[in-house]
């Protein structure tokens, strides 16, 4: 059988993330798909860890980020160059991820060549076009141009089908976060000799804290911080990492906000394998990020999301997150209860993981086979109630 070309575009760390096990399952003797890298470069350093993680060698580098870009920026040159790509490669299918703007940009410059779309990790929804924003935005767009919808849970599939799309062209397959996380963790990443190794001497307990996005830049995050500061007062046990960001603003503020304290270290952002390693070490997270809402179910460890959104709420519903909004005394409450109450905390680290197996690029990879034609039968859809 020939083989057929899946496009896989992509420009940030997350999305190098979930796509690395897809690129990983494209390899495999198994199947006639075989993967095209194009990545965007919409972040730079952060992304190039990724592609080395994964061994992901792009055929195309856009290499568009820049100083002070903003949505509107990089969507003027992200759909004519994108566009000009894939006129030029013609792959079978584009498959993209989530919900940049690369991957809208993604979408729109397949469909100007008339060439079907996938999108992994779709049907995630807040019902709020602002938040986050514009990712909430980026999302729908991309869903209502694609011809394979990737759901990684049921309720995503239910979103779907609520927007009217094609129930068909849905395929539930777990998130392929869960697979990069485990391929991680099963090769136990060391701190020894990195510039995270200080975590290693750390006595106490740990709290590992990401925050970033853009609807908790100003008040939400000086609202935060102070909490952070709150919790290290009252815990004289206790250890605070921030990895921080590369946005400026984010830095800026971290540094005015919580430098001072001894007991809360900010640090640079690790690439992923470290990352995991520090996720490993933590006893609570304390973040706004929507992907570690999904691996940190995997590991046991009780998350609090401060957002007064997600568009994750299987792991709310399953017990292993909770979404605490940005209110200064509230995030305390909700850590000193985990942190004071080990019933509480037991019960948010030993629930199941919602979000995926470990098999979800497996999954992907049929769904696109049956799309192309390669296949006959439809795969299975996953759903943790019943396997996870």
Sequence with gaps: MEPQSVALVFG???????????????????????????????????????LAVFGMTPTHDLAVMSEGQTPASLTGLLVPQ???????????????????????CGAMAAFYNQ?????????????????PFPEEINRRLTSHMADVHLAPTPRARHNLQGEGLD?????????????????????????????????????????????HRRENLGVPFTSICLALLELAAKYPDINIIFPMHPNPKVRAAAHELLEECPRIRLCEPP???????????????????GGIQEE??????????????????????????????????????????????????EAMASGANPYGDGRAAQRVVGALEYFLGVRGSRPPDYDWRQDG
């Design 12 to 50: 940030t760390r997350p999305e190098a993330i979930k796509v690395g096990p897809v690129y990983q399952a494209l390899l495999s003797d198994d199947t006639p798909l075989r993967p095209t890298v194009i990545v965007t470069g919409q972040h730079r350093a952060l992304l190039d860890q990724m």
């Design 115 to 131: 060439i079907p779309v996938a999108h992994l990790e779709a049907g995630l929804r807040t019902s709020n076009k602002y938040s």
């Design 167 to 211: 129930p068909r062209a849905i395929f539930v397959t777990g998130n392929t976060i869960v697979d990069a996380l485990l391929w991680v963790r099963d090769r136990t990443p060391d701190l020894a000799g990195t510039e995270y190794a200080w975590v290693d001497d750390l006595s106490g307990r740990t709290i590992l804290t990401t925050i």
């Design 296 to 345: 940190a179910p995997a590991l046991h460890i009780p998350v609090l999301v401060v957002r007064e959104t997600t568009e994750r709420p299987e792991g709310i519903e399953a017990g292993v997150t909770r979404l605490v909004g940005t209110q200064t005394n509230t995030i305390v409450a909700a850590a000193a209860e985990l942190l004071d109450n080990p019933s509480a905390y």
């Design 271 to 289: 690439d992923y394998l470290h990352f995991v390693a520090l996720m490993q070490r933590a006893d609570l997270l304390i973040v706004d990020s």
């Design 82 to 104: 994108l566009t000009d790509v894939l006129r030029e490669t013609q792959p079978d299918i584009v498959l993209v991820q989530g919900d940049t703007t690369t991957s809208v």
